[in-house]
């Protein structure tokens, strides 16, 4: 395994695909070496072997396996590469399902605020189509003072994209029209308004 790894680490673009064939093909027994690669500081260095794309393409894997000993660490590496990167963390995320949404809405929920909150928020858009992750967002959305912590409400927004009920979305509509809600968060449900075709 980690002669497979360190192939994954140092593939060329044309070898990328037969090396992650090749980690993904060992399953679980794979999953504590990539979480190592993304865990790594060094990895993520562009000057480092692999060019910096070795967290992304152990997030791949990882969301690929499916092991949830990889949420944690998935978790932890929000925010810490480029937009690609994290993109394939959420996209890993999500594709482990239920206990990795069950793991984002306890930190989400968590007390007090801390910028744990705001990573929850953030992978949980990758859920914004799953009920149960919208109206979490949206109660929570009624529970913040959005001005204080506007980083989170913008997040929960983007997360309630999902609302299915006229109910729901007259809600997340009626905080767009509260004076007291600052206008990029009233422009976000706007442009959410927009999706539903209001």
Request: one cysteine or more; glycine letters at 6%.
């Amino acid at each position: 395994i980690p002669r497979l790894v360190a192939d994954l680490v140092l593939a060329e673009d044309n070898e990328i695909d037969e090396a992650m064939k090749a980690v993904i093909a060992e399953k679980t027994a794979a999953v504590p070496a990539l979480i190592d690669v993304l865990r790594s500081e060094e990895f993520y260095d562009p000057l480092f072997p692999g060019y910096g794309l070795a967290p992304t393409l152990a997030a791949d894997c990882l969301g690929q396996i499916g092991d949830k000993r990889a949420i944690i660490s998935l978790f932890e590496a929000i925010g810490a590469g480029d937009f690609f990167n994290e993109s394939a963390i959420l996209s890993a995320l999500k594709a482990i399902g239920a206990p990795a949404k069950e793991f984002l809405l306890k930190v989400l929920h968590g007390r007090p605020l801390t910028n744990d909150n705001d990573q929850a928020a953030v992978a949980l858009i990758a859920f914004k189509d799953d009920p149960e992750v919208s109206l979490a967002c949206l109660k929570m959305l009624g529970e913040i003072d959005l001005a204080t912590h506007l980083p989170l409400a913008t997040y929960l927004i983007l997360a309630c994209e999902g609302l299915e009920s006229v109910s729901d979305r007259n809600k997340l509509t009626a905080i767009a029209n509260d004076a007291k809600t600052p206008k990029s968060l009233k422009l976000d449900i706007q442009a959410i308004n927009k999706l539903w075709g209001n």
